[in-house]
């Protein structure tokens, strides 16, 4: 069982930034790719972001130039940078990874952004 535990989230005024965590139990490079999902209430989970062992990242339209992923190999870490927040990017965000066919989900984290 892979754990996920997320941080980082809050209360951010429009055009301000965030920083998201996801801190694995285990390696990460041995997780094939990890990466974001954000869903507000009522409505789909929808996809932000990959960044793959390997090295390459993906995003979603929405929030390409404004977020990034990064990792720290190190420190078993994930990281979701968000700037020129957007009160659409209002959501729970959560992490996951995918290794050896299953997906693993952090428990959320809430991020608000105010008008």
């Known amino acids: 069982q892979v754990q996920l535990v997320e941080s980082g989230g809050g209360l951010v005024q429009t055009g301000g930034s965030l920083r998201l965590s996801c801190a694995a139990s285990e390696r990460i490079f041995s997780i094939n790719e990890m990466g974001w999902y954000r869903q507000a209430s009522g409505k789909q989970r929808e996809w932000v972001g990959t960044?793959?062992?390997?090295?390459?990242?993906n995003y979603a339209g929405s929030v390409k130039g404004r977020f990034t992923i990064s990792r720290d190999n190190a420190k078993n870490t994930v990281y979701l940078q968000m700037n020129s927040l957007k009160p659409e990017d209002t959501d729970v965000y959560y992490c996951?990874?995918?290794?050896?066919?299953?997906?693993?989900w952090g428990q959320g984290t809430q991020v608000t952004v105010s008008s």
């Open positions: 960044t793959f062992s390997g090295g390459s990242t």
């Open positions: 996951y990874g995918a290794v050896r066919g299953a997906i693993y």
